[in-house]
């Protein structure tokens, strides 16, 4: 399935104009099945010479040029790989092979309550995570009540966490996460959580990001919100990108190929 | 101001990660700050346990040693400073692994520098050791002992013991993120090495045993005699000492750094 390629870039260096570019990006796992647990088995093995290594590919040659000021759509299956392709961008994970070249500040939201301390109140997580976030004490106390009032979790700012609704911690996470205007955003299903009222307030809060020139990367399951919020949109499958180019055209072809997998499936069952 | 990042073009793992330790100092005060303040925040009690905690140790070890050896001089002074040394150095590496492995779990799903965690344990644990100077400085005007110029020189006796503890702090925050029995290991490691070492027996008793190779052979009775010399006997030591100190404890810490930096790409891997 071959598509517009505006993103499977034929560059070999970034351009002026890049804000993230990836070059035949390939990431091995060790497979689980291989990995020692206890460092007792690890010495045991060694010294058997017992150690073998076997991996499997979540990304596969992965070429990508993503634009300043782009909101890129990034769908797939279950255990495609879109998860992998996030934390290789966000400096998490560096990839076993090829190049990763980010031009600008990052502001990563890759799971809900990553950074989060269930014991400490909202507002004492709020200072936590921006702190991760790499933001000075003196950034922070200015966006304090900025973040508080855009999170709209009222009085449960002084509740400790644990005591949040998943919706809630959602809130709180994308309103430090957006708190800064980033370069570049990076939403690994976050939005699915929110309700209407709220995906609206980030849907708005990244237009404004846009037009600001920041990059939006958006991964999500629902091809809806994929379709309002993103110009263009990769597909990825057994970590290799198999489509790319416009939001449309994209999902097209994704949906056509989920429904025909589904009709194989139903055929069998009936 | 740009920032470009290039996995082309990292300089060495080592290197790499002393400048994103400069970009992010805020990150380290405030871990430091929430160690501490974490510390000292469930009791109003707590820095005084900081300061009674080795008091207490030092005397239950005065009351038993002194029916079994012949106490030496100033034996109350030496067992404080040996255990506030040791504490310090065996508290700091085995909380260094336990925030690693918490942050080890957070490193897979946002960037930080990976040394944060161990290194502001390591720093919280030396503001503790200050702390727990004031119940020494009791002992001393207890016990007659006065603080000579020497003394002085303590802040550099202080950076071998960073060094040295932040050192095997990457070495074994390393070993606990891939195989989390080390965790269960290490203190077990501890107390044997705590008995090895001349914190709670007298130093006569080391000497005996095969010419005092136990001591030579283990860097953390340099660290503790530095401090002895320049509290308790109140002279300047030999050159022969400090160069013996700083390589031990500065030759481990650039070993754990760069195992650890070496490692640290995998952790994200390892989940
Ligand atoms: N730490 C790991 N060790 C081994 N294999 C892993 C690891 N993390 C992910 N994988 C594998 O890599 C593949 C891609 O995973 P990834 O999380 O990127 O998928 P995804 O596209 O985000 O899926 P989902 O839609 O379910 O979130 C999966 O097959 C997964 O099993
Ligand atoms: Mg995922």
């Given at each position: 399935?071959?598509?517009?390629?505006?993103?499977?870039?034929?560059?070999?260096?970034?351009?002026?104009?890049?804000?993230?570019?990836?070059?035949?990006?390939?990431?091995?796992?060790?497979?689980?099945?291989?990995?020692?647990?206890?460092?007792?088995?690890?010495?045991?093995?060694?010294?058997?010479?017992?150690?073998?290594?076997?991996?499997?590919?979540?990304?596969?040659?992965?070429?990508?040029?993503?634009?300043?000021?782009?909101?890129?759509?990034?769908?797939?299956?279950?255990?495609?790989?879109?998860?992998?392709?996030?934390?290789?961008?966000?400096?998490?994970?560096?990839?076993?092979?090829?190049?990763?070249?980010?031009?600008?500040?990052?502001?990563?939201?890759?799971?809900?309550?990553?950074?989060?301390?269930?014991?400490?109140?909202?507002?004492?997580?709020?200072?936590?995570?921006?702190?991760?976030?790499?933001?000075?004490?003196?950034?922070?106390?200015?966006?304090?009540?900025?973040?508080?009032?855009?999170?709209?979790?009222?009085?449960?700012?002084?509740?400790?966490?644990?005591?949040?609704?998943?919706?809630?911690?959602?809130?709180?996470?994308?309103?430090?996460?957006?708190?800064?205007?980033?370069?570049?955003?990076?939403?690994?299903?976050?939005?699915?959580?929110?309700?209407?009222?709220?995906?609206?307030?980030?849907?708005?809060?990244?237009?404004?990001?846009?037009?600001?020139?920041?990059?939006?990367?958006?991964?999500?399951?629902?091809?809806?919100?994929?379709?309002?919020?993103?110009?263009?949109?990769?597909?990825?499958?057994?970590?290799?990108?198999?489509?790319?180019?416009?939001?449309?055209?994209?999902?097209?072809?994704?949906?056509?190929?989920?429904?025909?997998?589904?009709?194989?499936?139903?055929?069998?069952?009936? | 101001?740009?920032?470009?990042?290039?996995?082309?073009?990292?300089?060495?793992?080592?290197?790499?990660?002393?400048?994103?330790?400069?970009?992010?100092?805020?990150?380290i005060y405030?871990l430091v700050r929430r160690d501490i303040v974490a510390r000292y925040k469930r009791s109003i009690l707590g820095v005084a346990w900081t300061m009674l905690n080795p008091l207490g140790t030092m005397l239950i070890m005065v009351i038993v040693f002194s029916?079994?050896?012949?106490r030496p001089d100033n034996y109350a002074g030496y067992v404080l400073s040996g255990i506030i040394c040791w504490s310090t150095f065996s508290q700091s590496t085995n909380m260094s692994?336990?925030?690693?492995?918490?942050?080890?779990?957070?490193?897979?799903?946002?960037?930080?520098?990976?040394?944060?965690?161990?290194l502001s344990t390591v720093l919280a644990g030396m503001v503790n050791f200050v702390l727990s100077l004031v119940p020494l400085f009791l002992i001393f005007a207890f016990s007659g002992v006065q603080l000579r110029p020497s003394a002085l020189l303590l802040p550099i006796q202080m950076i071998f013991l960073f060094s040295f503890s932040l050192?095997?702090a990457?070495?074994?925050?390393?070993?606990?993120?891939?195989?989390?029995?080390?965790?269960?290991?290490?203190?077990?490691?501890l107390?044997?090495?705590m008995?090895?070492t001349p914190i709670i027996m007298p130093l006569?008793?080391?000497?005996?045993?095969?010419?005092?190779?136990?001591?030579?052979?283990?860097?953390f009775y340099y660290i503790v005699n530095l401090f002895r010399i320049l509290m308790l006997d109140g002279f300047v030591p030999?050159?022969?000492?400090?160069?013996?100190t700083?390589?031990?404890s500065?030759?481990?810490?650039?070993?754990?750094?760069?195992?650890?930096?070496?490692?640290?790409?995998?952790?994200?891997?390892?989940?």
């Open positions: 399935m071959i598509l517009h390629t505006t993103h499977n870039s034929t560059n070999n260096e970034p351009q002026q104009d890049s804000a993230i570019f990836l070059k035949d990006v390939s990431v091995h796992y060790r497979l689980p099945s291989e990995t020692i647990k206890t460092f007792k088995e690890y010495m045991i093995r060694l010294v058997k010479r017992e150690i073998e290594r076997r991996s499997f590919s979540a990304l596969k040659n992965i070429n990508l040029d993503v634009k300043k000021g782009e909101i890129l759509g990034i769908i797939g299956r279950n255990g495609a790989g879109k998860s992998t392709l996030m934390k290789v961008i966000s400096k998490v994970l560096i990839p076993s092979e090829g190049r990763v070249w980010i031009n600008g500040q990052i502001s990563p939201l890759l799971q809900l309550g990553a950074g989060f301390h269930p014991e400490l109140t909202g507002r004492e997580n709020i200072y936590l995570n921006a702190t991760l976030l790499g933001h000075s004490h003196n950034q922070i106390e200015q966006k304090l009540n900025n973040i508080i009032e855009f999170a709209e979790i009222g009085d449960f700012i002084e509740a400790p966490l644990r005591t949040y609704s998943s919706g809630m911690r959602a809130r709180l996470g994308f309103s430090v996460a957006t708190a800064w205007k980033p370069d570049i955003l990076l939403l690994d299903e976050v939005l699915s959580v929110g309700d209407v009222a709220f995906r609206e307030k980030c849907v708005d809060r990244m237009s404004y990001f846009r037009d600001q020139g920041s990059t939006v990367l958006i991964v999500s399951h629902s091809i809806e919100s994929v379709q309002e919020t993103c110009q263009n949109t990769i597909w990825l499958d057994k970590g290799e990108i198999v489509g790319s180019g416009e939001t449309v055209h994209v999902c097209d072809a994704y949906q056509k190929e989920m429904q025909r997998k589904k009709s194989k499936i139903d055929g069998k069952l009936f | 101001m740009t920032t470009i990042y290039d996995s082309a073009k990292r300089k060495h793992p080592a290197i790499e990660e002393l400048i994103a330790l400069w970009r992010y100092r805020d990150l405030q029916k079994v050896f012949n692994m336990r925030s690693m492995v918490w942050g080890s779990r957070l490193l897979n799903q946002i960037y930080v520098p990976k040394t944060s965690f161990v050192g095997v990457l070495l074994v925050s390393t070993l606990a993120v891939f195989f989390p029995d080390v965790a269960d290991l290490y203190p077990v490691l107390t044997a090495w008995y090895l006569e008793f080391y000497q005996e045993i095969l010419d005092g190779l136990l001591l030579y052979i283990n860097p030999h050159l022969q000492t400090w160069i013996a700083g390589v031990s500065f030759g481990i810490l650039i070993i754990g750094w760069i195992f650890f930096t070496l490692k640290a790409d995998d952790f994200a891997y390892n989940t």
